[in-house]
């Protein structure tokens, strides 16, 4: 049903004005080719306009696979064929073609299908290409085929959720029995004890039924299952996973206190506007909106507040930019750490040198086992990130103490007044920034429950246990002797990061938010105040690859190399954050399409966090080392306890009343676990 509204909705048009009337995104789609391959792209464009709707991704890629066996040094010959699959993928994803006075458009446009239905339509292509490769269906062959274990045959359906053993102690409850017994269990290589499988082979399986592809991801990151005890093989209520928090999101960083803005505006005085409606005398009763701004602090509590702030601030500021040129292996570049005032002559050698290795470093190694971290931080990839961080935090330490005043309230305000003190201070917030993103924050990347516990709001379960002590000590625990590869690199010497858990983040795939979010908001067992919340933080609209190809990445990957004369982008640690994103991006901008227009999601998505701490912020924003949690991180009794006492909150205040507002025996008796099995997906 998605995909024939699709269809009806993304008709080819030629020499006609696209009206502005639904339209989501226009942009023009005219790939730098040389002129041989710009006649074959509008001969096979051509080809296109003649197939049905359905049939025009496949035109392109038959049109690749005459190319199979091809010089991969013919670069013109590289462009095109990277040209087409960009855009068959991009046909793949909904988006219309339309030709005005030869020039080429694609178009997406609202139709009667829903956020949801449109997005999960776009991701489809892609997520049925997964299951092409010979080692995915074999992977799916092998788990759901039977097996002999414990002297039972089983597959993976066993460790569906049984919906008439559900169905049965929903309606005939017995004294002391729960409807499902929840825990959580750590993804790891070991053997399930019930069905005998690996353990992250059925959290890959579960993944696999997602409707967004399935993609490893680098850096750190921690998986789980949630199950049900109360069924024999230990069903499968839900799937999370934890991985590295993005770099940069405005309305989280906004929200903690690192941006300019935030500071900006904590030296402000609080106030509240009021909305409400006034009567209009002599109109018989006819009303206006009206809004005033009132102050919620006194001149004397919003004084004595901003001088204990900007005290703060500033300290923290200076103490950023301290501690991050602390970090850094000097021996090789212009400057000694011992220096009190730096010199703007030395900031210009630093940046001369990252200047000069920036263009000649291609085809960057990873090492691993690494044993002498001096060696590592003295090659060329690491000198050329070590003299860029060393110039900019220099830059920011002179701009600060040039702008420094008697009270610390005027001179935050002077670094305020210009663009040279807000880069300072934005410098002096990354530095710090870039600490916390790689020890105490991570994004749920991952989350959502497994038919049929869907329907006993699992997935809400599923959101509060990924923020459980039991994760926060199993994080602490995985990571507390882990040596940050980069910070290593850039200081010469072994670096282990502090791995207190204080934050999650996340975000909805759909702008109309997510239900297994909304209103998670538990109390502290004490009921006063509130002891676990995921905070909707804003709007974002975001960028992203996963509607890109796998095919389309190799195609840019062999087209970027023979333009550089090498490989810029190794997924090698100190290149850059996100490698297939950058990837991607030079890969439009090399061909002269515009990537921020194919790159972004086009859908609103909302922004929430989690503070697992008492003190999450003071702690983000480097003010203390010391997390305060809500149990004692070092005792495993106190964990299982508040673990536990969150599944209880969840099994009191959502499903004991979910399952009296909805049919919920009409679903369970509805409910087929055959249905979700991959073998029986459509287009797997």
């Known amino acids: ?95 219309s073609i339309s030709f005005n006075d030869e020039k080429i458009e694609l178009f997406l446009k609202q139709d009667k299908m829903s956020d949801k239905d449109r997005i999960r339509y776009r991701m489809n292509a892609e997520r049925c ?29 066993n460790l569906i959720g049984d919906p008439n053993l559900l169905f049965e102690r929903i309606n005939n409850p017995k004294q002391g029995q729960r409807i499902v017994e929840p825990y959580i269990q750590l993804v790891s290589q070991a053997r399930d004890e019930h069905t005998g499988y690996k353990i992250n082979d059925i959290w890959k399986y579960f993944r696999y039924t997602w409707s967004i592809p399935y993609k490893s991801m680098p850096g750190r990151n921690i998986f789980y299952l949630v199950r049900d005890k109360a069924q024999k ?39 509240k506007v009021n909305n409400y409606k006034q009567i209009i005398s002599e109109t018989n009763g006819k009303d206006v909106k009206v809004s005033n701004t009132i102050f919620t602090e006194s001149e004397d509590d919003y004084n004595n507040r901003i001088i204990n702030d ?35 002559e030395t900031i210009r050698e630093l940046r001369a040198i990252s200047d000069a290795l920036r263009d000649s470093l291609l085809d960057n190694k990873k090492t691993v086992n690494v044993k002498d971290w001096k060696a590592e931080a003295r090659s060329g990839l690491f000198r050329k990130k070590r003299a860029q961080e060393l110039a900019n935090l220099l830059s920011a330490k002179i701009a600060i103490m040039e702008a420094k005043k008697p009270s610390c309230v005027d001179w935050l305000n002077e670094l305020l007044k210009n663009d040279q003190g807000k880069t300072a201070i934005h410098t002096a917030l990354i530095a710090n920034r870039k600490n916390k993103i790689g020890s105490n924050m991570m994004e749920i990347i991952v989350c959502g429950a497994v038919p049929p516990y869907n329907d006993l709001l699992g997935g809400k379960l599923v959101s509060i246990l990924a923020c459980s002590p039991q994760v926060i000590a199993d994080y602490t625990e995985k990571y507390n002797k882990q040596i940050s590869e980069i910070a290593s690199r850039m200081k010469g010497s072994k670096v282990v990061r502090d791995s207190h858990l204080v934050f999650l983040g996340t975000t909805s795939l759909y702008s109309v938010g997510s239900s297994q979010y909304n209103r998670i908001k538990i109390p502290n067992s004490k009921g006063e105040g509130t002891r676990l919340e995921f905070k909707r933080m804003g709007i974002t609209e975001g960028y992203g690859t996963v509607y890109f190809s796998k095919e389309t990445t190799h195609y840019m990957g062999k087209m970027l190399e023979i333009i550089q004369g090498g490989k810029k982008i190794n997924n090698v640690f100190g290149e850059g954050t996100s490698p297939r994103f950058r990837m991607i991006s030079k890969g439009l901008s090399a061909l002269e399409i515009k990537a921020d227009a194919f790159l972004r999601h086009h859908s609103p998505r909302i922004v929430y966090s989690i503070e697992l701490a008492s003190n999450t912020k003071e702690i983000l924003l480097n003010l203390t080392d010391k997390a305060i949690y809500p149990f004692d991180i070092n005792s495993d009794e106190s964990i299982n306890k508040e673990t536990e006492s969150l599944i209880n909150y969840w099994y009191e ?29 459509k287009g797997v």
């Not at 080819?12 to 696209?18: D, G, K, R, S, T």
């Not at 066996?69 to 994803?93: F, G, H, P």
């Not at 601030?313 to 040129?325: D, E």
Request: aromatic share 8%.
């Open 653 to 681: 205040r959502w499903l004991t009343k979910r399952i009296t507002t909805i049919d919920i025996n009409k679903r369970l008796r509805e409910f087929n676990p055959e249905s979700i099995l991959l073998s029986n997906t």
């Open 233 to 271: 093989f230990h069903p499968v209520i839900g799937i999370f996973a934890l991985g590295n928090s993005v770099l940069n999101l405005t309305v989280r960083d906004n929200d903690i206190g690192w941006t300019v803005t935030a500071i900006k505006n904590q030296m402000q005085r609080k106030t």
């Open 1 to 95: 049903m998605v995909i024939s509204q699709t269809r009806k909705a993304c008709v080819f048009l030629e020499n006609i004005e696209l009206s502005d009337e639904g339209l989501i995104a226009r942009e023009t789609f005219n790939p730098k080719l040389s002129s041989e391959y710009e006649i074959k792209f509008r001969q096979l464009l051509a080809k296109v306009k003649s197939a049905y709707f359905e049939n025009r991704a496949d035109v392109i890629g038959s049109e690749i696979l005459k190319y199979e066996r091809v010089d991969e040094k013919d670069l013109n010959l590289i462009k095109y064929i990277t040209a087409c699959s960009i855009l068959k993928d991009l046909l793949q994803q909904g988006w």
């Open 129 to 157: 290409a997964q299951f092409n490769t010979n080692a995915a269906k074999e992977f799916i062959n092998r788990l759901e085929k039977k097996k002999k274990y414990n002297g039972e045959l089983l597959s993976i359906q």
């Open 310 to 344: 900007s005290s703060k601030i500033i300290g923290a500021l200076i103490g950023n930019i301290n501690n991050a040129i602390k970090d850094i292996y000097v021996m090789d570049l212009p400057y000694r750490k011992q220096t009190k005032i730096p010199r703007w």
